[in-house]
């Protein structure tokens, strides 16, 4: 699904040449749940903007769903946003100015979507979260909970095949990160491949697999798929 | 004060800075320039007639066909126009001034002059013009009664005697002798004319900036003639206070003595002034309106770019305050930077509106702008900058310090 | 998607009311301000008969020579022509058609004797003038040649005059008196304004028609004065024949000439006439003539004013102010969305998906701002009329094509406005995250 070979980063300024990520390779499957952990400033982020095609990496390669995404146009990488990939932002990333409804709507826009299909599947994911009642709401009416469910609907909205979630719990109280993560689980478990980066190992556990960057490197990589219940049942203690 | 990090946070934000600079430029420019043309206008538009216009007014008469005896129907027009009460005096004349309306002619020293010597209105008139017009005789004498004769529109005899303006009189007669000198007028090569009077100051009827006579609009010579005419006009000079009485008395009175007339045009000289300079003192009031609104819109707009950029430096501002920036500071900061932007934009501007007037001098018939224009203009440019950035930098200063603190 | 990019449009300019009020507000001044000068400029530079403007022609002779011409026009030449040469030109028949023709007039007697006198301008010319400058008529017909010869007491009046005096109704064939003596109706023009009145420059410009048009001949057989300039060089002999055999210029004459061909022959006639005066003693000088167009005319006898070309000057620089002063709005409007932007750039849209949204934001501020500026354009005219002469009134009417180009002016003065802050808000990176500040 995600396959990283040997992917550098490299940010220039005029006086020094700083490595983000260094002979970087990462490989998700489809349908897995994978961690990504590191101390602040590994070139965790990094890692996410160049999976998320928000940004070009400078060496190696990078095949997102069978397409190598090298030297794609802004246009087609915008597509491939568009239609593989949906995103789950620290910070929501709501639109202030639209209703959860039209939020969710955004992507399938831009996707192309006729009316009735737009309508059907912001019904579909506004329900899948939980949030039917709240559909018409403005995000500023919203608790946190309520907000990050809503940007996960508007990221399942378009079906994606690569959910890239980062620090999804990162500006939540416990209680409402505890159902936010298990709606992430409930993905999984119907199918979705997510990656999910963070710097809280309590969180990371729960995932099939951690990978863990220093440096803009990977340097251990537990390849021991756990159980997802097994991950619930240790947080539920 | 902080001119470095302010400059190092403009070139941050170059674009709108050059925005507000650009737009302060042209604004000094217009302003300039408009505030110029406002003053040349006005300044035209209240130069004195050198007549009482307060209690003057003018009666057009046109008669209905040719009456039997038009030298007497004017006379008796006359004198029962003199007779009325609350009447000064009143005469019969081809034209006056602010009417934009008359006779030019040449006037020369000598009879074979290929070119004039000067050129003047003419006015014709009786013993009772001067004291009708309200005019100051400076030297010479009026009229006599024996001296006005008819006169009929393509008559070509010259004056016996003519009465001068004094600028008329300067422009011909450099040296202040030209009473009792004779010039020739009216194209007559033959016969010149005495200059029997010099008043102080009659304006011709052209007074427009633009006008043919805008050389000589002082310049005008009183003839003394009756002008037998289908059309001509009576002036007449009322006590104070009593002139809208007179004027609707005076109609009823010409009536009475003949019908068959058409009193077309009656208006008072303060309505003339108007009406002469209507355009002009449009222009003006037009193009103060327009820096008057032009001025709102760049003080708003200097508004809105300053909200937005403190709004923008929130965060970094509250870090400054709890560094130990005083409020005054932060004021000072915005004002500092303004007054940076406004200033470039002076220097432009200043070079704009001197191209822009240059431009416009070879374009139209415009004068060079005084230098003070746009000195002028780009105080006020500043003080606007000065004024627009207050209200978006006590904003600023109200920015709590414990916004540092605060991750977002 | 149009309709979806217009309602996010509306939606973005609600949630910030003051800067887009301002916005609207500085285009809708600038628009006001630039179109009110502009429709005044449009009607004194419009083109009274403009599938005809190229065929007819003023006619200039030199009869003054070169040292007399001390006052005006910058080419030696005045604009009108003396008594002499308007019968020679006419009597030459030279050109398709031709018309001499100057402003007099008279003191009208109402046949209701309850009612006084009073003036009427009368235009003295020749039967083509009506067909040389399409003049419509309402009832009747123009005059004939026979007319003109006769020197008949026939005239044409106005469509206003015949409202006036007859209520409209059909007047051909009742008389009118003009200082005591009685003039037959012969027709009645429909309403016939044209603006400029190009066909007399000499006094107003912007002058209506003279409600009584009567056969030249007929004016100079009654000694009726001009009441338009008359300019002399030197003085003539004395009384109404000394006028005619003077060198006075009140004559405004114009040729119709409809091909190129024509023009060229016309110019040589004229030059060989002038010529020809000269080897008869009647010009001591070079021949010197002159002809202009419709629109040449115009422009030399410089009919839009120096003031109104200041006045266009100034409102589009101002209204170029209101542009940069919408720029900086804008570009402050959309920067402050960069997060947004950065979100649906996540999100799949393309930069010309983004181009599309600000610029139809650009467009939607600019449509508002041209119907402000429209509804400005309408108050500025009226207040240009209250505060200028009354002749600027003919010209100050806002018809639907000045409403086009005002909404044209203002959305493509906004886009030009929008186009930068457009630009950048594209530039955008697709955002990870909203970053602090």
């Known amino acids: 699904m995600l396959k990283m070979t040997h992917l550098s980063k490299v940010y220039r300024t005029e006086v020094v040449e700083t490595y983000a990520l260094r002979d970087f390779s990462i490989h998700v499957r489809e349908g897995e749940f994978v ?14 903007t160049i999976a998320g095609l928000l940004e070009e990496f400078s060496g190696g390669a990078y095949q997102l769903d069978g397409v190598d995404v090298q030297g794609l146009n802004d246009n087609a990488r915008s597509r491939l946003r568009n239609e593989k990939i949906g995103f789950i932002f620290q910070a929501f990333n709501l639109i202030p100015d639209l209703s959860v409804a039209e939020n969710i709507e955004v992507p399938l826009r831009y996707r192309g979507f006729s009316a009735a299909e737009r309508r059907r599947r912001i019904q579909q994911s506004i329900e899948r979260v939980g949030l039917a009642a709240r559909q018409r709401h403005y995000p500023a009416e919203l608790s946190g909970g309520q907000q990050q469910r809503a940007a996960i609907a508007r990221a399942l909205a378009g079906t994606p095949r690569l959910l890239l979630a980062d620090e999804p719990t990162g500006n939540l109280d416990t209680q409402m990160a505890r159902g936010v993560l298990e709606l992430l689980e409930e993905l999984h478990r119907d199918g979705a491949t997510i990656v999910m980066v963070t710097h809280d190992p309590e969180l990371a556990v729960r995932a099939q697999r951690e990978v863990h960057i220093v440096d803009g490197q990977v340097v251990d990589v537990a390849t021991e798929p756990r159980l997802v219940s097994g991950a619930r049942g240790r947080m539920q203690l | 004060m902080e001119v470095l990090p302010i400059l190092s946070a403009m070139r941050r934000n170059k674009v709108g800075a050059i925005l507000v600079a650009v737009q302060m430029a042209a604004t000094l420019a217009i302003l300039s320039n408009a505030l110029f043309i406002i003053q040349q206008h006005l300044a035209l538009s209240s130069r004195p007639s050198g007549i009482d216009e307060a209690n003057l007014f003018a009666i057009s008469n046109q008669w209905v066909g040719t009456p039997p005896d038009e030298s007497a129907l004017l006379q008796t027009d006359l004198a029962a126009l003199r007779a009325l009460p609350g009447v000064i005096d009143a005469y019969a004349t081809n034209s006056y001034p602010l009417t934009n309306s008359g006779w030019g002619d040449g006037a020369d020293l000598k009879p074979d002059q290929t070119k004039s010597s000067t050129h003047m209105a003419r006015y014709f008139g009786d013993e009772h013009t001067l004291n009708t017009l309200g005019v100051k005789l400076l030297a010479g004498r009026n009229f006599t009664a024996a001296e006005v004769v008819d006169r009929m529109y393509n008559d070509q005899a010259a004056p016996t005697a003519l009465i001068i303006s004094r600028a008329m009189a300067d422009s011909m007669f450099p040296h202040g002798d030209a009473l009792g000198k004779s010039i020739y007028t009216s194209g007559n090569k033959a016969q010149t004319s005495p200059i029997v009077g010099i008043v102080e100051r009659l304006q011709s009827p052209w007074v427009s900036g633009s006008s043919w006579a805008a050389g000589w609009v002082e ?14 006009c009576y002036l007449v000079r009322t006590q104070p206070g009593q002139l809208e009485n007179v004027l609707l008395l005076s109609q009823q009175k010409l009536f009475e003595i003949h019908r068959a007339r058409v009193l077309d045009k009656v208006q008072t000289l303060t309505e003339a002034r108007q009406e002469v300079y209507r355009d002009d003192r ?9 820096c008057a609104v032009l001025l709102a819109i760049t003080a708003f707009g200097i508004v809105g770019l300053t909200s937005y950029w403190v709004a923008q430096r929130r965060r970094q501002i509250g870090i400054r305050r709890a560094l130990g920036a005083t409020r005054g500071a932060v004021v000072r900061y915005f004002q500092t930077e303004n007054l940076m932007i406004a200033a470039t934009g002076a220097v432009v501007g200043i070079v704009l509106a001197i191209t822009l007037n240059l431009w416009m001098v070879s374009s139209f018939q415009l004068e060079r702008l005084h230098n003070s224009y746009a000195v002028g203009g780009a105080v006020i440019v500043l003080l606007l900058g000065q004024l627009a950035v207050l209200w978006p930098a006590l904003r600023a200063a109200s920015i709590p310090p414990a916004l540092a603190t605060r991750s977002v | 998607m149009f309709k979806y990019y217009f309602s996010l449009a509306l939606r973005s300019l609600r949630r910030n009311v003051v800067l887009t009020m301002l916005m609207i507000a500085a285009i809708g001044v600038g628009i006001g301000a630039s179109m009110t000068t502009l429709t005044v400029f449009r009607a004194m530079d419009a083109d009274p008969i403009p599938h005809k403007s190229g065929q007819l022609y003023a006619v200039q002779i030199d009869n003054w020579g070169p040292a007399d011409h001390s006052m005006d026009t910058g080419d030696k030449l005045e604009d009108q022509i003396d008594y002499v040469d308007a019968m020679a030109l006419m009597h030459a028949h030279a050109g398709a058609r031709q018309i001499a023709a100057y402003l007099t007039g008279f003191a009208l007697t109402p046949a209701n004797p309850e009612l006084k006198p009073f003036k009427v301008d009368a235009r003295a010319t020749f039967t083509d003038f009506f067909s040389m400058f399409e003049v419509p008529f309402e009832y009747g017909a123009p005059w004939g040649s026979g007319d003109d010869d006769a020197r008949a007491p026939v005239i044409v009046i106005t469509h206003e005059l015949n409202d006036k005096l007859f209520g409209g109704a059909n007047s051909v064939g009742r008389t009118i008196n003009l200082d005591n003596e009685d003039y037959r109706i012969i027709g009645v023009m429909a309403p016939w304004n044209p603006m400029p009145r190009f ?17 030249f001949t007929r004016a100079i057989d009654r000694h009726l004065l001009s009441w338009g300039n008359t300019s002399c060089s030197k003085a003539s002999e004395e009384g109404w024949e000394g006028l005619l055999n003077s060198n006075c210029v009140w004559i405004q004459f114009w040729a119709e000439l409809p091909s190129a061909a024509a023009v060229e022959e016309y110019r040589r006639w004229l030059k060989n006439y002038a010529e020809e005066q000269r080897l008869s003693g009647r010009f001591q000088w070079p021949a010197y003539t002159k002809l202009h ?19 266009v000057l100034v409102s589009f620089s101002f209204l170029l102010v ?6 900086g709005l804008m570009l402050a409007k959309f920067m402050g969305r960069s997060a947004d ?12 998906a983004i181009l599309a949204q600000c610029l ?5 501020v600019g449509l508002a701002g041209g119907l402000l500026g429209v509804v400005l354009t309408v108050l500025g005219l009226l207040g240009l009329r209250s505060v200028l002469s009354e002749q600027i009134l003919e010209l100050t009417h806002l018809d639907p094509s000045g409403v086009c180009i005002a909404l044209a002016l203002a959305i493509a003065a906004t886009m030009i406005a929008g186009l930068y802050p457009t630009w950048r808000a594209a530039q955008v990176v697709p955002a990870w995250q909203l970053k602090a500040q």
């Open chain 3, 293 to 311: 167009d419709v629109r040449a005319w115009l422009t030399y006898e410089h009919v839009v004013s120096d003031e109104t070309r200041i006045l």
């Open chain 3, 199 to 215: 066909y007399d420059l000499t006094s107003s410009d912007f002058e209506k028609t003279a409600p009584v048009f009567l056969p």
């Open chain 3, 360 to 364: 139809i934001e650009a467009g939607v």
């Open chain 3, 322 to 327: 209101c542009v940069l002063n919408a720029m």
């Open chain 2, 282 to 290: 449009g222009l003006a009031l037009i193009l103060a309106v327009v």
């Open chain 2, 219 to 232: 310049n005008t010579a009183i003839e003394p003639y009756h002008y037998l005419a289908k059309s001509f």
């Open chain 1, 35 to 48: 961690a990504v952990t590191g101390p602040s400033g590994s070139g965790k982020t990094t890692f996410l």
């Open chain 3, 341 to 352: 932007i950065g979100v649906r750039r996540a999100l799949g849209a393309n930069k010309r």
